[in-house]
């Protein structure tokens, strides 16, 4: 058989391990995935009666292009529906975008440690990435506008960057989309935006408004908690919407999922409470870190990356064994471990958990 020759060397994506998994492999019982910036409240009640209802139409396709959903998210987002395109979450739009948009050769540039599936799907079309370091875990945006050439087709800034949870402000954003030739499109993942407090966040659907190479990312996995239906969205101009949709699958999204998203957008309370369980959540675990003499990045979205000082497979395993899940081995940070604020008890057990680990290492060395 004879693959393209470009995709058969490409990582298999290693998501966070699975609980039933690590209950059955370490003969726990209690086990807490912080791996994978879930809600650890689940989702709104609402969402789930959709759901339910939705069981009656299983054997009928979906609306395939989302129509009741995507009037009902434009609506609330102040934008026109030729604005919104939706995917089995957000990392199809990613697809959709490198499907549409890459020839080979063509360059896209991207952090050096960012969220993976910009670098997967552009290889995957054989564009050629363009790796630009992060500067004390932020997106360095004077250095990616310096990677501009004329074979540029896509940057990507991820804002909150995942794993490292810093942001791009507005004032620099805008400076830096200033700058970049209309041509470039600039993907800005806003997947924890509902997260957010600091108020020199980038106000995305503002800028939408100026700058017609730009798109946003938008998902439900995250702070609505809808991650197994796999529902996202991009927002932008609507001549790049159109683009986008000529390569999406006729039924991308589920009748469950486009049901559930609809409900989930009308319960704004269960939205307000997650966000402020999350910020009481990253005030404690940053809180106990300053304790413990870690030092960790700004952390905007539901998650904080720290630095264990100590490989962080180590640490891992160590916590693993403890019945936590977290997230370790990023290449640029081999010391560091991304954890997703859980709830207020499965953040104290982290804690207590993560102290036993660095006591156990530090008497090994
Ligand atoms: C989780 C995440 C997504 C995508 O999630 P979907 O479930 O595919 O919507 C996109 N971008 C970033 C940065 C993420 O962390």
Known sequence: MQPKKHIVHLPVYQPGKPVEEVKRELGLTEVIKLASNENPFGCSDKAKEAIVAELANTS????????????????????ETNQIIFGAGSDDVILMLARAFFVPGDETIMADQTFAQYKHNAEIENATIIEVPLNDGKHDLPAMLAAVTDRTKIIWICNPNNPTGTIVTHDELEQFLRQ????????????????????????GLE?????????????????????????????GHPEVISLINLVREPFNTSRFGQA?????????????????LNKQGIAYVTGELERLDLSYFPAHGNFVMFDTKHPSAQVFDGLLKRGIISRAKWSKYPTHI?????????????????????????VQV
């Open 207 to 235: 800028l939408l408004k100026s700058y017609k190479n730009l798109v946003l990312l938008r998902t439900f996995s995250k702070i609505y908690g809808l991650a197994a239906l796999r529902v996202g969205y991009g927002i």
């Open 60 to 79: 009928i396709y979906p609306d395939g292009a989302s129509v009741s959903l995507t009037a009902e998210a434009a609506a609330r987002l102040g934008v």
């Open 180 to 203: 970049v030739p209309p041509s470039v499109l600039v993907v800005l993942d806003e997947a924890y935006c509902e997260y957010v407090y600091d108020e020199e966040f980038p106000l």
């Open 260 to 276: 559930a998203a609809r409900a989930a957008l009308t319960d704004e309370e269960f939205v307000a409470r997650c966000h402020e």
């Open 338 to 362: 991304r954890i997703t604020i859980g709830s207020r008890e499965q953040n104290e057990r982290f804690i207590a958990a993560l102290e036993q680990v660095l006591q156990e290492l530090a």
